[in-house]
């Protein structure tokens, strides 16, 4: 499983699927819109939990971390990394998640679709 989580796909997919299921809430039924702000929420926390098993305690550098060109004649990149402080950060977001779409299950009456896409690009 090492080999996997550093395959460095995990902290791009965990930036951007929040986004992505965020926009699929602006039309996806009303009946099926908490459902998936549910399961959204727990693939990103269950995608992010074993960035804790495999990170290496003592490490001085980043882990997992990508760097990819993006506009090269200006210098800029790509960059993502975490290291013992934000990797705490990055699962205590990820755990909040779907705690946070179980306690407004029925909490939100109006307006569910803009509060769930919202909630869900809040975290990316």
Known sequence: MSSFYS???VL????FFPAVA???CLFLPKER??????LA?????LVSL???WTFEIGWVDWQNYVSVPWI???GISYALGVDGISLLLVLLTTFLLPISVLVSWDQIKE?????YAMLLVLVT
Request: charged share 20%.
């Open 41 to 45: 929420a727990m693939i990103e926390f």
């Open 7 to 9: 395959s460095h796909w």
């Open 33 to 38: 819109l908490r459902g998936w702000a549910f």
């Open 72 to 74: 090269p004649d200006w």
């Open 111 to 115: 307006k569910e679709r803009a509060y």
């Open 22 to 24: 965020g926009l699929l």
């Open 50 to 52: 074993p960035l804790f």
């Open 12 to 15: 791009t997919f965990l930036v």
